[in-house]
């Protein structure tokens, strides 16, 4: 094998090795930078879906709120039961003005309810201490939104949404509590996103609100989201409070816990697949013309090599014909590389080979032995 089929199997091979451990090395930040850049966008999706429901839920609160602060219903919920008959009108122009409530009705501090709008007048009296909303509002004192459940009157998912009355001293003595209706959040919650979907559990974990969009292209999607709430379910029993992760139908998966609910986006990963693929062949583009000019200047070098070597071959092997007017190429003389520094030391050879041959003929010529001179006996 010539050294300049060698020089390029080496540059070959090296090349191969330095292109499959670059891969290799940039593969997996490849995928961690497009991990990260996904788990932003949908953590900023979250923040998003969580300024929406606050949004939603507001309008509801200051609505009850502006109930709570009535003085017929303070006065109602102190014991003046002449007030309720107005305080039930009151009511039920709130759920006009206020058109995701379903319910809204006035309880004492026992959780009794005083008034009720005109849809549920039959519950006043009842004892309603067992409802999340009545407990929460009381430990905490503040406006409490309660966990999920199927509302009576429609049979769909509702939220209790309960904010304290303070008498003039400022001591709880009952609450307003308004029962959202979820279906219009459902529906804004389906503008934010295409090809994934939203879900909201509430403080327990349980599933409130949903959205699915048609074009995730699942043969089962309902199974798959159920799937992957079940997955989160799983990880907020296991005490996390925001995850990002890839399910078994390659949807890119996000969750972050509040303290009154969880909110769940996901994406399938096809976006992320296509700009992985793109960045892929961009690479794989860049780095194949580099491999190809670094073998191109590889060859180049190799073939300068073995041209000029096979230059100096050509020389001497005219020296060793008997060609002792052979001289060695000018290029070779002035090159400064090792192959140079050889040339010029066959030049000093082929001179002091020359002068060799010279003295030799010259001392032939006298008479004299041309071999090196005889040594002296000893005297005796």
Not at 129 to 157: H, I, M, W
Request: charged share 25%.
């Amino acid at each position: 094998m010539t050294i300049r089929t060698r020089i390029i199997a080496i540059s070959v091979v090296a090349i191969l090795v330095a292109a499959a451990v670059g891969w290799l090395t940039m593969a997996p930040q490849l995928q961690q930078t497009l991990n990260d850049r996904e788990h932003e966008r949908q953590d900023q999706l979250i923040v998003y879906t969580r300024r929406l429901v606050d949004v939603y839920f507001g309008e509801a609160q200051r609505k009850i709120e502006s109930l709570a602060v009535d003085p017929e219903v303070i006065a109602l919920v102190q014991g003046n039961a002449g007030l309720g008959s107005a305080v039930n009108d009151k009511l039920t122009a709130g759920l006009v003005q206020a058109s995701i409530l379903d319910d809204l009705a006035v309880h004492d501090i026992t959780c009794v309810p005083r008034a009720c709008d005109a849809k549920c007048l039959k519950v006043i009296g009842g004892d309603y201490s067992d409802r999340d909303y009545c407990r929460g509002v009381k430990e905490t004192k503040a406006a409490y939104l309660s966990g999920g459940f199927n509302s009576a009157v429609t049979q769909k998912p509702v939220i209790g949404l309960a904010v304290p009355v303070k008498s003039g001293l400022g001591e709880m003595v009952g609450y307003v509590v308004g029962i959202v209706n979820l279906a219009r959040l459902n529906d804004s919650l389906a503008d934010l996103q295409v090809g994934g979907f939203t879900g909201i559990l509430d403080r327990y974990g349980n599933h409130i609100v949903g959205t699915l969009f048609s074009d995730m292209k699942l043969a089962k999607p309902g199974e798959s989201v159920a799937a992957d709430i079940n997955m989160v379910t799983a990880r907020l029993q296991a005490g996390e409070t925001t995850n990002f992760f890839e399910d078994n139908d390659g949807h890119l998966v996000s969750f972050r816990k509040y303290d009154d609910m969880t909110i769940i986006v996901g994406q399938p990963n096809a976006p992320q697949l296509a700009v992985e693929k793109k960045i892929s062949i961009q690479t794989s583009a860049s780095l194949a013309v580099t491999l190809l000019a670094v073998m191109l200047v590889n060859i180049l070098i190799a073939f300068s090599i073995g041209r000029r070597l096979k230059m100096l071959g050509r020389n001497i092997d005219d020296i060793s014909r008997g060609k002792m007017d052979t001289k060695i190429d000018s290029k070779l003389m002035t090159s400064r590389d090792e192959i140079g520094d050889l040339a010029r030391a066959f030049d000093r050879t082929l001179v002091s080979l020359k002068l060799a041959m010279r003295y030799g003929q010259k001392d032939r010529s006298d008479g004299e032995p041309s071999g090196p001179p005889a040594e002296k006996p000893p005297k005796g």
